[in-house]
């Protein structure tokens, strides 16, 4: 006796694969959707960044991190250039909200204590002071003598971080967690 495959099996297996191809692009599409939400990703373009950085890597920005708390020293930030929004750069968190930056003699200074800084390129050649105001931060490039960054262009508004690096992604032979070492304040 043989058996006949029940009337209809045929369509059910193509909706089956239907649905299942339809519940796979709906879960895609969310998928996409949550990670564009929590994340952004940022080409490093230059070398401000060196060492910590190098050109034409791709990092992953936690964009809820400053939702949830506020930038912290040695954070590496990503945000919206003040003096054109349409562009991102990414620099270090050096000074917050009330407190004094001074940059003299190839030192950074926070309120007169001198910043240890392991991960800068070399000492910075120039000399400026900033008071930061609340809802402000003065951000430098790892890369002092080779950045353009509040030095140059002056402080960077809180509305305008979008996030802080925690990853660089690619090329893959450069993956790595990124450290956001908190330099560590002399005493003055």
Do not use: C
């Amino acid at each position: 006796m043989t058996t006949q495959p029940a009337a209809g099996a045929a369509t059910t297996s193509w909706k089956s694969f239907f649905f299942d191809i339809l519940e796979t692009l709906l879960l895609s599409a969310l998928l996409f959707l949550v990670i564009n939400t929590l994340t952004a990703r940022v080409r490093v373009d230059g070398f401000s960044m060196l060492p910590t950085l190098q050109n034409n890597e791709l990092a992953l920005v936690n964009r809820l991190a400053y939702r949830f708390g506020k930038p912290e020293r040695g954070d590496i930030i990503v945000f919206h250039f003040p003096v054109n929004p349409k562009e991102d750069l990414i620099k270090r968190v050096i000074g917050l909200p009330g407190e004094e930056v001074v940059v003299s003699d190839g030192k950074v200074y926070v309120n007169g204590a001198a910043l240890e800084e392991p991960y800068i390129a070399s000492s910075p050649a120039y000399t400026t002071k900033w008071s930061v105001p609340e809802g402000y931060l003065f951000v430098l490039g790892d890369n002092r003598n080779d950045s353009a960054d509040s030095h140059t262009w002056g402080l960077l508004p809180l509305d305008n971080v979008v996030g802080k690096a925690v990853l660089v992604y690619w090329p893959i032979t450069d993956w790595m967690i990124l450290k956001h070492e908190q330099p560590v304040l002399a005493a003055p």
